[in-house]
T-cell receptor, first 111, second 116 residues
Framework: EDKVVQSPLSLVVHEGDTVTLNCSYE??????LLWYKQEKKAPTFLFML??SGIEKKSGRLSSILDKKELFSILNITATQTGDSAVYLC???????????WGLGTSLAVNP | GAVVSQHPSWVICKSGTSVKIECRSL??????MFWYRQFPKQSLMLMAT?????????EQGVEKDKFLINHASLTLSTLTVTSAHPEDSSFYIC????????????FGDGTRLSIL
């Protein structure tokens, strides 16, 4: 059965800390791995990763994929209170383009 | 970037009412849209995949007659919750994907449905 597992499930840090969020996956016909940020509304897209070892970066956020070990990490440096959210990881699998979702990591950044 | 619009954002109605939620792709044509349901503090649960011009593909355990999906054009899919009851109260979110190669799904803002 296809699955995506995220860890930790929740995390509390102080502003300025660096955090690493983990996502492992087991899916058939893997195509890509995606990271989303969800605050009060629907998820907003962060990164899509298709190739191993190539870091994607956007400001203080970066992400990388390891297709051999079947995992991805999302790094956030110099965290701010506005980074507080649930970070969702999803694997795009198979021809029907369905996303297999992890349960998310709830990040709280305290001032 | 790709924009997906969902309407309405909030609905409160009486038990037994049918509620229609619209999902539009604003700057691309989406042959496939996805409908999700999310309970508080839980992850997204895929309900169905909406295919333009054909029947939707429902996930196991989702009642087709309860959650009617219509994808009549390349930019619009609708989800109708028929004869809604309090247990249907939830956060419903649609997403759409630009069919060009290697594009991610983008989400609407979601619809919070409360059935009294």
């Amino acid at each position: 059965e296809d699955k995506v597992v995220q860890s930790p499930l929740s995390l509390v840090v102080h502003e300025g800390d660096t955090v690493t969020l983990n996502c492992s996956y087991e899916v058939t016909n893997f195509r890509s791995l995606l990271w989303y940020k969800q605050e009060k509304k629907a998820p907003t897209f962060l990164f899509m990763l298709t190739s191993s070892g190539i870091e994607k970066k956007s400001g203080r956020l970066s992400s990388i994929l390891d297709k051999k070990e079947l995992f991805s990490i999302l790094n956030i440096t110099a965290t701010q209170t506005g980074d507080s959210a649930v970070y969702l990881c999803a694997a795009n699998a198979g021809n029907n383009r369905k996303l297999i979702w992890g349960l998310g990591t709830s990040l709280a950044v305290n001032p | 970037g790709a924009v997906v619009s969902q309407h309405p954002s909030w609905v409160i109605c009486k038990s037994g009412t049918s509620v229609k939620i619209e999902c539009r792709s604003l700057d691309f044509q989406a042959t496939t849209m996805f409908w999700y349901r999310q309970f508080p503090k839980q992850s997204l649960m895929l309900m169905a995949t909406s295919n333009e011009g054909s029947k939707a593909t429902y996930e196991q355990g989702v009642e087709k007659d309860k959650f009617l999906i219509n994808h009549a054009s390349l930019t619009l899919s609708t989800l109708t919750v028929t004869s809604a009851h309090p247990e249907d109260s939830s956060f419903y979110i649609c997403s759409a994907r630009d069919p060009q190669y290697l594009q991610p799904q983008h989400f609407g803002d979601g619809t919070r449905l409360s059935i009294l």
